[in-house]
């Protein structure tokens, strides 16, 4: 299938792009690497531009007639949706009327959305199955249940096939060590750790230990980036035009903050200084999947079911590429 995937020089999306390639699929990113990194997509075809561009993608759906788009572009960082509502709902929510825009144009009638689990928010159900009501509590999580609420109405108007993802906490690298996660400023957790071990302490933060789990930190089910990757590729192959499906994406065991910075000890030998602060605005206390559905009904099988294999491929892209994808 020849397959355009947006924000497919990102984190999630080039290890999607990666696996789709290797798996005999035409694909194409399309990015503005503000949050991409060009080497991600491993000299697939890049487009560089941004999803609010609405000709460049109509132009780039029919130059390389695409056959379906998997959309991971969007502004994630929850604590500045807080401070900046207005960028991600722009990003978010206005990138994916741009981006149906011109699916519609060009005649596109697949694609797969990148959700998240933070659509579910404060509901209290541990695990998540995809039928628990959304609650979220960010402008991040809220922009992308928009998003979900906006596919849907396009599928029903326009006959197009649709698969929502809503994954937990993507992790880890590439096992084979030439792939990871960089952002700048880094604002995720396991990268935050390693990156402490490896550049001495930056006075880490534990963001609240006064939630209702049994250590007081919050909880997070942590999805090896590759078994991410593998559910996205069943689920493309599995769409069709009159497909209208929803799936977790997660392991189903959660994990603490103070769980994750253990494993990062264990992994890398070293003891981690933290201080523990108040808590970050827009953080939901527990988010764990129920992966039943997308075991049973797609075969999902997730390779890493340890958080310390998974820490463990991260802990060798850090040491190895201190500074992302910039020159070692
Ligand atoms: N977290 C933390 N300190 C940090 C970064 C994150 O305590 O410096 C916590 C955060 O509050 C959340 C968990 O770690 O409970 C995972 O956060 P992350 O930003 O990695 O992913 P999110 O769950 O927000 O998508």
Request: overall charge negative; glycine content about 8%.
């Amino acid at each position: 299938m020849n397959i355009l995937l947006t924000g497919g020089a990102g984190y999630v999306g080039s290890a999607c792009l990666r696996l789709l390639k290797d798996s005999g699929h035409r694909v194409v990113a399309f990015d503005n690497l503000v949050e991409g990194h060009a080497d991600a997509v491993d000299g697939a075809d890049l487009v560089i531009g941004d999803i609010r561009d609405t000709s460049l993608l109509e132009k780039t759906l029919r130059d390389h007639e695409i056959e379906a788009v998997m959309h991971f572009a969007a502004a994630t960082n929850v604590g500045e949706s807080v401070v900046n509502p207005a960028y991600h709902y722009d990003n978010n929510v206005g990138g994916t009327l741009s981006l149906l825009n011109a699916m519609v144009a060009a005649g596109v009638k697949k694609i797969l959305f990148s959700s998240t689990c933070a659509t579910y928010g404060l509901n209290p159900s541990s695990p998540m199955a995809e039928d628990a009501e959304q609650d979220p509590c960010s402008p991040y999580a809220r922009t992308k249940l928009a998003v979900e609420w906006m596919i849907r109405d396009f599928s029903h108007t326009y006959d197009m096939g649709f698969t929502l993802l809503r994954y937990f906490n993507a992790a880890g690298a590439s096992t084979d060590g030439r792939f990871g996660e960089y952002h700048h400023p880094e604002t995720h957790l396991i990268p935050l750790v390693l990156q402490d071990i490896l550049d001495g302490p930056k006075a880490l933060k534990v963001f609240g230990n006064d939630y209702a789990t049994e250590d007081g930190t919050c909880i997070r089910d942590y999805v090896h980036i590759e078994d991410l990757a593998s559910a996205h590729l069943l689920a493309m192959e599995a769409i069709e035009q009159n497909t209208q499906e929803v799936y977790n994406i997660g392991t189903g065991n959660g994990q603490s903050v103070l769980d994750i910075i253990k494993a990062c000890e264990l992994v890398s030998g070293h003891k981690v200084k933290y201080t523990i602060v108040g808590r970050r605005p827009g953080d939901a206390p527990e988010l764990v999947a129920d992966p039943l559905k997308l075991q049973t009904r797609l075969g999902w099988k997730p390779r890493y079911t340890k958080i310390e294999d998974t820490v463990r491929t991260a802990w060798a892209w850090h040491k190895n590429r201190p500074n992302g994808y910039a020159k070692k």
